[in-house]
């Protein structure tokens, strides 16, 4: 049945159509229910025809009906479990198939989309959302199918033993149906509504956790925080007048679409048609055993929709993650080969949606190999972003970005990460050795080469120290380390790939004055030699940059080397003098440091 | 009362191992639904009285089916008729009144009243155990699915009480028409009850096992998600691809292993009550036509045992939902047991705000060692104290023991002489302004999350407190000034911004104590600047703890300590510490040189030089706030 639903909402993606990988299975699974409903009503029905022999022939075993019944009922049972095992089965199959093409999805995915949307959302939609799906495809599937398959055959089965009991059967459903609808009603808006006030709820519950220490900084212990308690205060009023205006249906659709109705103007109906006319006692005894679960198996669709909605908001951010675009690739056949270690951005022009405004514009800059290309500018100007267009975050919306003379677009993917090698700010470790974090990129590594690396890197000593030298545990799972012997490990890993380009994100954060030092010397050993694109954050490193970009809002402001910009006096000169007080910054409680402290000045002339 | 309402059987007839968790499950619910536990209560016992009157209900099949039988005795039908009726009528309007509970809200009350509750609590435990990865986690989805848990109580107990109270009550009543099978139906169906609990501890085992699956699947996802960036510029992609994927194709297999083991005992369950089907019919039909037992009577048990079979066989799906509401209240019960720290009596509050530790030694509940050993040290009032040393020496774990996120296992934190652990918690919360590294601001206006600091202040004092922390420009600059979402431009903000806002909400706090844990260090130069300029006009005449990644800043410091693994290795101030020529001085050297260090190599020998390029460190006048 759900191909039908299909048909009918074309524009609606019906949330059947995630089971798309697995739907055999699954109408297998579905068809082996509907099959056992089947029998278990047969088995029902033997059961009248066993006290009918028992009235006709007293005295006589009726061995053919209750063996029918015997047949019947084993029958019926194991093709129920055997459903719900197919359906079970299906639904694991179903979740590694989804999540397998997820995570091959988001290997062809645009880095800059996979930002966009989050790493912790994006791995929330592998594992939660397919996990929220099984509900959905394997408990609720068999009961889908008995909740249609039940009723229908049970009308056919008292439409042949009896039709007027047979239409006091399906008035009683028709009531409890027209209930249910009532309860239903505007429910596609309600349920909106609901979980638009639950995901309020959820923020509100995370802010309030996580902002803990601050909240607790401003607790003055009167009254409950606020905002919480407002978003928890709308939650109850938006349920509790669901709950009202939905009560009095939903109740009547309960009361009736249970057993005992049907089977209390079943009997009352049955004994009237007895007492005016005639009624075969067997014929009436069926007519009970089959017909009054008939309205009972209508229930569990009242639940079913809620689960079905429930994963219709999995399905929907599943779908989103599988939308988003691949990463255009160039064919094979007219993929080009950098020819240099050079770089160059010709009219380079981007912008993150595309009736936004431009996050860079109109770029030109030639970086020649072996030479050093500083990007500095205010924070917002676009540095990151121009850093991020080399190795394709995103592709450039004018202009072209050439590694090695070619077309960053016309490049392999792995050409190009082949000649550029990344440094970023965030410093990622895997959980595995230390060596196989250096080793990433260059599986055939030696021992020898992954602890020159280290060595330059400055990361060697500490990594000794550590207690499983090269083979301690990193990342998540593994020791702790500080953030300047992450970085120094992520630099002795670039090191080691020994790529001609390098894109350097500088950090903003420094972890101690010691790491601070260790980290500078690991950044001038990796940069020996390299064309260097460094996004620099602080401007000390840069005075000797052979070039300084100068962005302001994603436009090249000013270019040339240190010496000259101070000497033009523009923004990079107002930058230089807002760093070096930045630099010299001394807090001071009340009193002027001359009072007491040395000052900065002479602070400098201090032996070292 | 109490035992008569709960949601279980006469211990008679299921016997006592099921009974006594049903009964703690049971206290613990009333427990948690507070001030509508009266309402429970009743609605749990209408549900049990709509499910004993719908046994009776069905039992009038009996005598209904022998006055048709062999010749129909018409005013006899009728008669049972009536009764079943007037019987089903009043299960119907008993369980009608019960869900009033669901519908007339009180649900949706008790489950908000419990929200605001575990919300209390989460305000008055020690924030160390909230900051415990676990902890926070579990606290914040018991705090989100508090209600996703509870909701289906009433609609699983009538389930549940469908499946156990009306079948016994039939068989009860049974006994009255023909013993024998009264008996047999006695023995069949309520036997099955116990099974259930065999069954809990397969599960339990199979579902942790699919725990930790899931648990070690997930940290795989999150790495890879993560790691993307590195992984793709590594080339190597593919490779972590193919091996996330090996983890998917376990986590089926165990999936799957779970599913068969898990079937078994739900196999066994439902298996023993098509026998019991079987047997009745069997049985009946043998004493049928031994002529011991009336045909009516079979045909009235058939009807009514055919209801029975559907409820009872999905009773195990059922209990599988009641475990996942014990498992909620047993969690709701051990969060709400967690004690706040405790508080000294008689409470002081301080007038001076010198900050004294003595002999403080503190580890961590999850840590195996002390992060801070048998510290003493005097802050003196309205002087700036710095805090510096290697990080995870613990200069942090001092700031928050003086704001009390734990208590030290050993020595005292006093300010003004006074115990903190005397000090009221909101008292103490009102004497320190915090300005953290990384800046929490809320999902609300500007204006809002400024005034925060102290909800009566006027929009003068609001607005002084921003132009004190130069946040006035950018803020006249948002598209609603004052009255912007942060949600909504969240990452429109730049960092400095961000802790602008954070720094006037601290100015506005007004608090004597100013505690700054490393307000700069994630923030680019231009933004750092004018972020310096805002906490200049914080510290001052206040009692100021700093911690500085950048020894600069802090070298006008009255005192300097310098931690390292948790003690106190050197202090004093920025002079005396270079002089003796120690830890302080060591780290002191390697920024310097870290400064002058030239990243790009134009002269091989360049790296030696002494530090004493005068530009990077101009006069101190620069610094002074304007």
Known sequence: ?608 | MTTDSSPTMPASSSGPRPITPWLKTYRQLLRSSGTRAAELRAALLGLTIAAALQGLALACLLPLFSSVLPDPDWPAVWTWLAVMTALMGLATVARWRAQGFDFDGHMAAATHELRTRLGEQLRRMPLERLQDKRTGEVSSTLLGNVDENLNYLLTVVNLILGAIVTPLVAALATLFVDWRMGLILLLIFPTILPLYRWRRPIFARNMRRLAETHQRINGDILEYTQGLPVLRAARCAGERAASLQEGFEELRLVQSRAQRAGNRPKVLIASLVELGLLLVVAVGVTWAIAGTLDVAVLAALLVMVSRFAEPLANFVNYTAILELIETALERIEALLAIEPLPQRTPTAVPTEFDIAFSGVTFGYAQGDRPVIRDLDAELPARRMTALVGPSGSGKSTLTRLLMRHADPQRGTVAIGGVDVRAIPPETLNGLISVVFQDVYLFDDTVLANIRMARPDASDAEVEAAARAARCLDFIERLPQGWDTPLGDIGGRLSGGERQRISIARALLKQAPIVVLDEPTAALDTESERSVQEAIDALVRDKTVIVIAHRLSTIAGADAILVLEDGRLVEQGRHADLLAAGRRYRAMWNAQQRAKAWHLIETEPDRDTLPPTDSQTIPNSAASEPR
């Open chain 1, 1 to 608: 049945m759900h191909t039908d639903r299909e048909k009918s909402e074309p524009d609606d993606k019906s949330p059947w159509a995630v089971m798309q990988p697995v739907r055999g299975q699954i109408r297998f699974a579905m068809a082996l229910a509907g099959l056992g409903t089947f029998l278990s009503l047969v088995a029902l029905a033997m059961l009248a025809w066993v006290i009918h022999r028992l009235i006709e022939a007293p005295g006589d075993w009726p061995w053919t009906p209750m063996f029918g019944v015997l047949v019947c009922t084993v029958l019926a049972y194991l093709l129920r479990i055997n459903s719900f095992d197919q359906s079970h089965y299906a639904a694991f199959r179903l979740e590694q198939i989804l999540r397998t093409r997820l995570s091959e999805h988001l290997a062809r995915v645009s880095l800059g989309e996979i930002q966009r949307i989050g790493a912790g959302a994006l791995a929330k939609v592998i594992q939660d959302d397919v996990k929220e799906l099984h509900v959905f495809v394997a408990d609720s599937t068999p009961l889908y199918a008995r909740a249609y398959a039940g009723p229908a055959i049970t009308l056919i089965a008292l439409l042949w033993l009896d039709w007027r009991l047979a239409l006091a059967a399906v008035a009683v459903l028709a009531l409890g149906f027209v209930a249910m609808s009532l309860a239903m009603r505007d429910r596609a808006e309600l349920v909106r509504r609901y979980h638009a006030a639950r995901e309020r709820v959820s923020a509100a519950v995370v802010e309030f956790v996580q902002a803990m220490p601050v909240v607790r900084t401003f607790d003055s212990g009167t009254d409950t925080f606020g905002r919480f308690q407002h978003a928890l205060d709308a939650y109850l009023g938006f349920l509790t007048h669901w709950y009202r205006e939905a009560g009095l249906s939903a109740r009547l659709g309960m009361a009736v679409l249970n057993p005992m109705p049907t089977l209390a103007i079943l009997l009352w109906f049955g004994a009237w048609l007895g007492w005016r006319e005639s009624l075969d006692f067997s014929t009436w005894l069926a007519v009970l055993l089959i017909g009054t679960g008939m309205a009972e198996a209508m229930m569990p669709l009242m639940s079913l929709y809620h689960l079905i909605d429930k994963a219709k908001l999995s399905i929907d951010r599943i779908d989103e993650v599988m939308n988003t675009p691949e990463l255009p690739q160039v064919a094979p056949e007219g993929a080009r080969r950098p020819q240099d270690a050079s770089l160059v951005f010709e009219g380079v022009g981007f912008r993150y949606d595309a009736d936004g405004e431009e996050a860079v514009a109109d770029l030109s800059f030639t970086a020649a190999p072996g030479t050093v290309t500083a990007l500095v500018g205010p924070s917002g100007a676009g540095k990151t972003t121009v850093a991020r267009l080399i190795p394709r975050f995103w592709d450039v919306t004018a202009g072209r970005v050439l590694v090695g003379g070619v077309d960053v677009r016309e490049m392999r993917a792995e050409d190009l990460m082949g000649q550029v090698s990344f440094v970023f700010q965030d410093t990622f470790l895997f959980a595995g050795s230390i060596a196989e974090n250096i080793r990433l990129g260059v599986p055939d590594a030696s021992q020898e080469a992954v602890e020159a690396a280290a060595r330059a890197a400055q990361a060697h000593a500490f990594i000794e120290a550590l207690p499983q030298g090269y083979e301690t545990r990193a990342g998540e799972r593994g020791i702790f380390l500080s953030g300047g012997q992450r970085q120094r490990i992520t630099i002795a890993r670039a090191i080691l790939q020994d790529r001609p380009i390098l894109v350097l994100d500088e950090a903003t954060a420094f972890a101690d004055p010691e790491n601070e030092l260790a980290l500078v010397a690991a950044l001038s050993q990796l940069m020996r030699g390299k064309t260097v694109i460094l996004v620099a954050h602080r401007l000390s490193t840069i005075r000797d940059a052979d070039q300084i970009l100068v962005l302001d809002r994603g436009r090249l402001a000013e270019l040339g080397r240190h010496d000259d910009l101070i000497a033009h006096g523009g923004l990079y000169a107002r930058l230089w003098h807002g760093y070096e007080q930045a630099q010299a910054w001394m807090l001071h409680p009340d009193t002027p440091p001359s009072a007491h402290a040395p000052s900065p000045a002479r602070l400098a002339e201090m032996p070292s």
